[in-house]
């Protein structure tokens, strides 16, 4: 169950969690929450319609790649992006791969591994040059 209330829980986060809910007593306490609502029947078709589609677009969002706003700060700062010092265990490049790991998207966390990786190598071959083209014109 997340973090916030039972009767926050729209009628299709209840409905997932009813029909995937691991913890019985969550099951339980979402099946009563739906009920309280009073929904009509339409009302219980539309929540299964909008169910699927969801899934849907859950299951979509798992096997798509990395989107190029995703993309660029893995690439370009793989190791720049500091800390705040207010937000101590919140780094961006960590809490990206929690998230991924978190809800499941394997495919994503993969190709940001290795878009940090390959960051990581431009920026060492960026360095690299830097310092061959220094020692060049200071001859």
């Given at each position: 169950?997340?973090?916030?209330?039972?009767?926050?829980?729209?009628?299709?986060?209840?409905?997932?969690?009813?029909?995937?809910?691991?913890?019985?007593?969550?099951?339980?306490?979402?099946?009563?929450?739906?009920?309280?609502?009073?929904?009509?029947?339409?009302?219980?078709?539309?929540?299964?319609?909008?169910?699927?589609?969801?899934?849907?677009?859950?299951n979509d969002r798992k096997t798509a790649p990395l989107t190029t706003r995703e993309w660029i700060p893995l690439f370009f700062l793989p190791f720049f992006i500091l800390m705040q010092r207010w937000r101590k265990y919140d780094h961006f490049s960590t809490s990206e791969f929690e998230r991924y790991e978190k809800y499941g998207y394997e495919e994503k966390a993969r190709e940001a591994r290795k878009v940090r990786w390959y960051g990581t190598l431009f920026w060492i071959l960026i360095i690299i040059n830097i310092v061959f083209i220094h020692n060049y014109l200071t001859r």
């Open positions: 169950m997340n973090h916030k209330k039972i009767y926050r829980y729209t009628n299709i986060e209840l409905f997932d969690l009813i029909k995937n809910g691991v913890n019985k007593n969550d099951v339980k306490k979402a099946e009563l929450e739906l009920e309280t609502r009073n929904l009509t029947q339409k009302q219980l078709s539309e929540v299964e319609i909008g169910y699927i589609k969801y899934k849907k677009f859950q």
